[in-house]
């Protein structure tokens, strides 16, 4: 949701503030927003889901972590048509969605459900075969540490597998913290800009997965992705790293404004324009690990 996407996950408490300065927002996600490049953040898991091993339940039971508007979890049901799916997300708006456009009986006598639940705490109230999370935990602080449960929940031969974004040190990023932090919108906008980093690098994944009995496979990739369209970087980020932002300013449209059109220059210059599109590399991080059976 992820950042990406993907939203439906963790999100800093509302109403913080420290030394005068308004403390980070919780985001409200827009799920249509999200889906405009719903091929571009949907190609890593279909990455991941390739490095999966078959389940050892048959039907299998499936758990997806931060569902945000449900695309992602229904390609599990392509894979797997008999297996139970439940999908769970923190975002009202994206639930409703999920719901609206997937829940249901699959083609093969599965099902498809979803529930909120927020990452930081949930724990499995039953086992599975797979437990899958696409861009989601980068959103949980400490997420790692809730690894054990997870994996301790999964039937012996299950899998525990998830994707997050590594592109926060690149400019996107950089700049929308550095505009937040701004004379002009310090006051209003400081630590909103901001993503703490909350995943591990890859060989520290793999250490902790390892450690905990796991057979693991982690690796990063960087994507270079092709956007089209007036500044579509900009409104890549529109549906992640901006909710924040804009979920800060609300309905005061001339401040939402004057910071799009400063933010759209910077981004105009990091990323600019081809004849064939704009570029946006893109590192993510991946993990399969499989519970010893």
Not at 67 to 82: I, K, M, S
Not at 168 to 177: E, I, R, T, W
Not at 193 to 221: F, I, K, M, N
Not at 260 to 283: N, Q
Request: glycine letters at 10%; one cysteine or more; proline letters at 11%.
């Amino acid at each position: 949701m992820q950042s990406d996407t993907a939203p439906a996950h963790t999100a800093p408490a509302p109403g913080a503030r420290t030394s005068g300065a308004p403390g980070p927002t919780v985001p409200t996600w827009d799920p249509g927003q999200y889906l405009r490049h719903a091929d571009h953040r949907a190609r890593p898991f279909l990455d991941l889901l390739a490095r999966i091993p078959e389940p050892p339940g048959r039907p299998a039971r499936i758990a997806d972590l931060g569902c945000g508007p449900g695309n992602v979890t229904a390609l599990l049901a392509d894979r797997w048509p008999e297996a139970r799916i439940s999908g769970f997300d923190l975002s009202r708006e994206m639930l409703e969605r999920a719901t609206a456009e997937h829940a249901g009986p699959t083609a093969g006598g599965g099902s498809l459900d979803f529930h909120p639940a927020d990452l930081a705490h949930w724990i499995p109230e039953e086992p599975y075969d797979l437990i899958v999370s696409n861009a989601a935990l980068q959103w949980v602080p400490g997420h790692p540490g809730s690894f054990a449960a997870w994996i301790g929940w999964l039937r012996p031969g299950g899998t525990f597998a998830f994707q997050v974004p590594g592109n926060f040190a690149a400019p996107s990023h950089a700049l929308l913290a550095e505009l937040c932090e701004s004379p002009r919108w310090r006051s209003r906008l400081g630590g909103h800009g901001a993503r703490s980093v909350h995943q591990l690098d890859p060989a520290a994944y793999l250490d902790r997965l390892t450690g905990l009995g796991c057979t693991a496979d982690v690796w990063e990739t960087t994507y270079h992705q092709l956007l089209h369209g007036p500044d579509p970087v900009l409104d890549w980020v529109k549906g992640t790293a901006l909710r924040p932002v804009l979920t800060a300013l609300g309905d005061d449209r001339p401040a939402v404004e004057a910071f799009l059109d400063t933010y759209r220059e910077l981004l105009r210059e990091a990323y600019p324009s081809g004849p064939r599109g704009t570029v946006f590399p893109f590192r993510r991080i991946f993990a399969v690990a499989r519970r010893d059976a």
